[in-house]
């Protein structure tokens, strides 16, 4: 299994990035898919996640109302649209699969990682 992120990168404060994963190795439309980030010396933050069917998305109190997380079955991709962007918004960002149900907002909870994309807001 492969979860490969991309679309990191550096921007200033109010801008935008859109993040992506590319899944392999998996049956994607099965999985869950969350974003996650972790900054210097802090603990892996739960940022989003999307069901199956890419309906019901559920956001950490940090993110809600700027970002926004979408996927596409047909190309086993999962996107993180991020608007408003914040110098607090810097971390590296993971995507990560998970086969159970519910919320799922530990890192514990879910089953595959990417390998991460540095996100950096000056600003």
């Known amino acids: 299994v492969q979860l490969q992120a991309s679309g990191g990168g550096l921007v200033q404060a109010g801008g935008s990035l859109r993040l992506s994963c590319v899944a392999s190795?998996?049956?994607?439309?099965?999985?869950?898919m969350g974003w996650f980030r972790q900054a210097p010396g802090k603990e892996r933050e739960f940022v989003a996640r999307?069901?199956?069917?890419?309906?019901?998305?559920y956001y950490g109190d940090s993110v809600k109302g700027r970002f926004t997380i979408s996927r596409d079955n047909a190309k086993n991709t999962v996107y993180l649209q991020m608007n408003s962007l914040k110098p607090e918004d810097t971390a590296v960002y993971y995507c990560?699969?998970?086969?159970?149900?519910?919320?799922?907002?530990?890192?514990?909870?879910?089953?595959?990682w990417g390998q991460g994309t540095q996100v950096t807001v000056s600003s």
């Open positions: 190795g998996l049956t994607f439309s099965g999985y869950r």
């Open positions: 990560a699969a998970t086969a159970g149900i519910g919320i799922r907002t530990l890192p514990g909870q879910y089953n595959y």
């Open positions: 999307i069901n199956r069917s890419g309906d019901n998305p």
